[in-house]
């Protein structure tokens, strides 16, 4: 993820962050029928230091039906 902002993020900063990494990843933003969500620190935490964001995809209806991992060009 790009470097966090030193104030405490709110839910749509986090979640603009998360969709750029998607775009990084995919080449393009998620899906419609998959939500982005993110897990990470409280307020609290972030005033101690903690950054750690973890960028989540997950199905908006029912169970995904294959990984959204991409695949590693081979050389």
Same mark, same amino acid.
């Given at each position: 993820? $790009?470097?966090?902002?030193?104030?405490?993020?709110?839910?749509?900063?986090?979640?603009?962050?998360?969709?750029?990494? &998607? !775009?990084?990843?995919?080449?393009?933003? $998620?899906?419609?029928?998959?939500?982005?969500?993110?897990?990470?620190?409280?307020?609290?935490?972030?005033?101690?230091?903690? !950054?750690? &964001?973890?960028?989540? &995809?997950?199905?908006?209806?029912?169970?995904?039906? !294959?990984?959204? &991992? $991409?695949?590693?060009?081979?050389?």
């Amino acid at each position: 993820m $790009p470097p966090a902002p030193e104030k405490y993020p709110d839910d749509a900063k986090l979640l603009t962050l998360c969709a750029a990494r &998607v !775009r990084k990843t995919f080449g393009t933003g $998620p899906p419609k029928d998959l939500l982005l969500r993110y897990a990470g620190p409280d307020e609290l935490e972030w005033a101690r230091g903690q !950054r750690h &964001v973890a960028c989540l &995809v997950t199905s908006r209806k029912g169970r995904l039906s !294959r990984s959204l &991992v $991409p695949e590693l060009e081979k050389s």
